[in-house]
């Protein structure tokens, strides 16, 4: 930009600056001048107009340099925000009093003393009354365009729902202009919002498209419950209007809901969704200005886990993984900027138990985040060794090499919970290694369980996904077979918020709503597909169980301080259990004894 263009964008801006000080100085003396006429009856003597003036003049440079010392005439504040509309009322109240104060000082008083009161309520409402009616009139040169925009209807008139209206009416090339509010609250039924109106509850849906002649409805509640999702698209399907949604507040995470956060309906809004309310005080704890390191940061769960403890401001994040591809892309996901030889990324097998105690040893992490292990249920049926290489011994490496660690937090699985299959039994044993340690170490040593993550690297729903892609059919182990399922983004959500309220040595069960049929998955994700794709059942694998359970024997749902997670004593095993499985022996005596081991009786307490 040429100096001339920048000093005359300048002088624009500063003088655009004092034209609220000019709206305040006007204020001020009709406030002041009314005030002495309805005191005289419009009759004022030439003393008391003369003292009118003195007293505008004070009024005046009071205002100038009050309103200056709090940045009032300096752009600090938006337009007419509530910021500036509480700058402007704290500044009219001291000019008022500053001349009140002087009216009283003087011995011949040029006023009576309650005008300089009288004329500043008089110049607040004209001053209030200009900004308001300048913010209406950018707002309304702000809206959208009716005639090259669609109608739409929004569900739900919260938090939510008020963002997304406020982005909508601000943006002139907007597609979408709202024409109403549809809430289930009572007391809502006959609010406006930005002049815009509630017209009814869900059972209203209908014929506010109707009425409106709208053609979508936005679903506008950040938190809410899949089954809620579920009704509200089908009502509107059913009356033929298009159905979208805004994301989940664990997806939106550092910045409120705008107009590009709204999308197509996803199977996981409609199966996953759950109400989470998060202590982000705990949160930042323990985990702003940390160490944190998460081992298999490039499956699906750990780089979740990375993304998402990036926006706690930890003092270095450490990302450990075998896989450099999966590393990367996490990488990346968190810095577009990033380099391969940033220190973040560690390249490292949990298998290496010298490499582990080498990264630890050099590292020195404060908050660990296990997440590393094979979880493949039919594979590791097959390949029962793997398990116990990756994530029995695997494990145990690493909580070998965690000396000095404030917490461990060992990312386990439902499938843990009365285990029957490998997966199930090698993820209990992890259990119970990590509460064996916690009883021998320092700091917090706790495992989180929870059941399927929808999304998740090799997920039903992944598979699904694929299937549909390649024309179908879409495979279902059995008709009732049931899961339960949470989003990535909720479950990982849920496993930070847990371990910041975790004792040592316990599991912590993560609340994952009803089991959902895994033939309805199916079913949901055939009807988003763009063509039809058929169902076909192909009976249950070795080791899977028709319903997961959450809780395994003896283990009861205690809830003490969230309502999502639960809290259970694991019985510790001694590392010594572990030695008949590191024999060369086949698949068969090799699940036998994984079994056997999940079954062992606690050893008996030791103390720290």
């Not at 940045?71 to 109240?93: H, N």
Request: overall charge positive; aromatic content about 6%; charged content about 20%.
């Amino acid at each position: 930009m040429l100096p001339g263009m920048m000093g005359a964008r300048s002088w624009v801006l500063r003088h655009r600056r004092l034209l609220p000080l000019l709206v305040d100085a006007t204020a001020w003396a009709a406030g002041l001048l009314a005030a002495v006429l309805a005191r005289y009856d419009f009759a004022p003597t030439r003393r008391s107009l003369a003292g009118a003036l003195v007293a505008i003049a004070v009024a005046v440079v009071l205002q100038a340099a009050i309103g200056h010392t709090r940045g009032l005439y300096r752009g600090r504040y938006r337009f007419a925000g509530f910021d500036e509309v509480r700058a402007v009322a704290t500044s009219t109240a001291l000019v008022a009093f500053v001349l009140t104060a002087i009216v009283l000082l003087l011995s011949q008083h040029p006023l009576p003393a309650g005008l300089p009161a009288l004329g500043g309520t008089v110049a607040l409402v004209m001053m209030l009354a200009v900004r308001y009616a300048r913010r209406t009139q950018q707002a309304r040169s702000q809206r959208p365009d009716a005639r090259s925009t669609a109608p739409v209807i929004l569900f739900g008139a919260g938090a939510a729902a008020v963002k997304l209206l406020d982005s909508m009416l601000q943006d002139p090339k907007g597609r979408y202009l709202p024409a109403g509010l549809i809430d289930d609250d009572p007391g809502k039924r006959h609010l406006r919002i930005f002049n815009v109106p509630v017209r009814g509850a869900r059972d209203d849906i209908a014929r506010a498209l109707a009425d409106t002649g709208a053609g979508l409805l936005i679903f506008a509640v950040a938190n809410a419950d899949a089954a809620l999702v579920r009704d509200i698209r089908d009502r509107t399907l059913a009356a033929g209007a298009q159905f979208k949604v805004v994301p989940s507040v664990t997806e939106l995470m550092d910045h409120p809901v705008e107009v590009g956060d709204v999308r197509e309906v996803q199977v996981t809004d409609l199966l996953g969704r759950h109400q989470i309310d998060t202590d982000l005080t705990a949160i930042g704890g323990y985990l702003t200005g940390k160490r944190v390191l998460v081992t298999g940061a490039g499956g699906s769960i750990g780089s979740e886990l990375c993304r998402q403890i990036h926006h706690f401001g930890p003092a270095e994040l450490m990302m450990l993984d075998r896989d450099e591809t999966s590393l990367q892309a996490v990488q990346l996901s968190i810095d577009p900027q990033a380099r391969l030889e940033d220190p973040a990324v560690i390249l490292a097998d949990l298998r290496d138990a010298a490499r582990i105690r080498e990264i630890f040893r050099d590292r020195r992490p404060q908050v660990v985040f296990h997440a590393a292990a094979l979880k493949h249920l039919a594979l590791l049926q097959r390949y029962p060794a793997e398990a116990v290489k990756t994530n029995v011994l695997g494990t145990l490496n690493v909580l070998d090499a965690a000396q000095a660690v404030e917490r461990f937090v060992n990312i386990s699985t439902d499938k843990a919970a009365d285990p029957s299959s490998v997966l199930g039994y090698s993820k209990r044993i992890t259990e119970r290694l990590t509460a064996w340690t916690a009883r021998r170490r320092q700091g917090t040593f706790l495992s989180v369980r929870f059941g399927n993550v929808l999304g998740s690297r090799g997920s039903v729903f992944t598979k699904f996904s694929a299937q549909i892609a390649d024309g179908g059919p879409l495979t279902v182990t059995h008709p009732d077979v049931t899961r339960y399922f949470m989003t990535l983004q909720e479950a990982v959500h849920l496993v930070i918020q847990a371990a910041a309220i975790g004792q040592d040595g316990e599991a912590l069960v993560l609340e994952m709503g009803s089991p959902v049929r895994i033939a309805e998955v199916a079913a949901q994700m055939a009807q988003l597909a763009p063509a039809p794709v058929a169902v076909e059942y192909i009976g249950l694998r070795p080791g899977e169980k028709l319903a997961e359970t959450l809780f395994g024997a003896g283990e009861v749902d205690h809830r003490p301080f969230h309502p999502l997670i639960s809290h259970v004593e694991v019985p510790p095993l001694d590392t010594s259990h572990l030695r008949p499985l590191l024999a060369d022996i086949d698949s068969a005596v090799l699940i036998a004894r994984l079994a056997e081991t999940c079954a062992l009786p606690a050893p008996a307490p030791a103390l720290r």
